[in-house]
């Protein structure tokens, strides 16, 4: 039992009860109860930033956590080089261990691609490098215990989307099934598809694009990440509520909500439909407060990694846009 201000607290192991001494505290026991739900919803959304590995891969679980995530994105590799080493036992070992002991789940941590391969490009040697780190990746995420593996769809390079998606499409298949038949003939990772700004040549820029290169893959080894800074660009509006539902609906129809695995939450300095992929802080760019809030607060996304990749400025840093995202947690109810 806790007195506090002019509320009596019983607490017992499976529940909290309040009893109220004085009418006119009811106001006051209304807030607090709510600031305990807030907090309770706030908890239960997985919500964190692309960190950095710098040191060893296990240093990323400290980065995240110091940045009170819950759930985090990293590179396994530096992303603007072709080689790598193997990840040593050892490594692999400490990363596994640490995440088991922290409050992040498995489910909520995620591998992005380098930046150099293009999966869509047409027949060449960097085409075959970019197949090959593919591969590599899978394999990583597989030794990390790390389900998700984010990937970009490329650039046809002036050779058309429906080449590109074909290349794109037979890249994914040709990793997956090499990794099925040469590793464990069971994948725990799922490949997830991030749409593009719609850059010159980029393939998969709108939903129509990414449902029909899921259609081309060859099993349900994949799935889709979603950009809201690249979706705007493309030219989806999802600065207000209904915007964002035509958005999901849209999603749901084409591809499959249950598909939908990661969202990377990012504001946009670029205009609607201006195909550029420049990542603002939350809230302050053009696509607004508003949508985050909505967003973060949507029933359906609940159990789906928010993974924040916002620039580090003299405006704003990791932990000033952690603040303000959680701030909009549960605050339009
Ligand atoms: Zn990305
Ligand atoms: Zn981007």
Known sequence: ????????????????????????????????????????????IKLGFHVSISGCLAKSIDNALALECSA???????????????????????FVNKLKESSIDFDSVVVHMPYLPNL??????????SVEVLKEEIIRCGLLSIPNLVIHLGSHLGKGSKNGISQLIKAC????????????????VKILLENSAGQKNSVGSSIDEISEIFDGLDSSDFGLC?????????????TNESGISQLLE???????IHRLKVIHLN???????????????????????????????????????????????????????????????????
């Open 1 to 44: 039992m806790i007195i506090f201000g002019n509320v009596l607290y019983t607490i017992s192991l499976c529940q909290v009860s309040l009893r109220i001494v004085q009418p006119c505290c009811i106001t006051t026991s209304c807030q607090l109860l709510n600031f305990y739900l807030n907090k309770l919803y706030e908890m239960s």
């Open 72 to 94: 985090f994105q990293i590179f396994t590799r530096s992303p603007r080089q072709w080689k790598t080493k193997d990840i040593s036992k050892e490594d692999s070992t400490l």
């Open 120 to 129: 869509s490009a047409p027949d060449s040697e960097m085409y075959i490098k």
């Open 173 to 188: 298949n040709t990793a997956l099934n090499s990794y099925l038949d040469s590793v464990t003939k069971k994948n725990a």
């Open 226 to 238: 979603l950009d809201t800074c690249h979706a705007f660009g493309a030219g989806y509006d999802i």
């Open 250 to 256: 849209l999603v749901s129809d084409k591809i499959g």
């Open 267 to 333: 504001d946009s300095k670029g205009e609607l439909g201006s195909n550029l992929d420049r990542h603002y802080h939350i809230g302050m760019g053009k696509i607004g407060e508003d949508a985050f809030r909505t967003l973060l607060n949507n029933k359906r996304l609940r159990q789906i990694p928010f993974i924040m990749e916002t620039p580090i400025d003299k405006e704003r840093g990791n932990s000033d846009n952690m603040v303000f995202a959680k701030n909009l947690i549960c605050k339009n109810t």
